[in-house]
């Protein structure tokens, strides 16, 4: 049976990746499975769990509710009416972010991930580096 909402979903998942010039494997990697179980969230075959979603939420910057619902977040503008249009982030912070290399990218977003705790104590460590 066809399910709509899935294949929304699946459609946000894909653009938002592709925007990001990231790999079903990168974006695995980050969730900590497999880049079959991924791939799987982007062809409909399965639906995340609402953990993977706050993860996705998270990496991608976006309000968990542009995920499960068609509501366009307050930090993402859409240049036409068609919802599973890649979103642009305001200024071109989209833009800089695709030049970065692959491996300031994974950075980047495993920090997102994390607790804030975490993030200072490595931007404590970084500071502390530059002395």
């Known amino acids: 049976m066809f399910n709509e909402d899935k294949l929304v979903l699946a459609d946000k998942l ?30 409909s075959a399965a639906v995340p769990p609402l953990k993977v979603l706050r993860k996705l939420s998270a990496i991608y910057n976006v309000p968990l509710e542009y995920l499960i619902h068609d509501e366009q977040p307050g930090v993402l503008r859409f240049n036409s009416n068609n919802d599973n249009e890649i ?13 970065l290399t692959h491996e300031e990218k994974i950075l980047i977003l495993k920090l997102r991930l994390m607790q804030s705790d975490k993030k200072k104590e490595i931007i404590d460590a970084i500071e502390n580096n530059d002395e």
């Open 14 to 43: 894909k653009n938002l990746r592709k925007s990001f010039g990231m790999t079903q494997d990168d974006i695995a990697e980050l969730l900590d499975m497999s880049r079959t179980s991924f791939s799987k969230y982007e062809n």
């Open 87 to 99: 979103p642009e982030i305001d200024g071109d912070s989209l833009k800089y972010f695709t030049q």
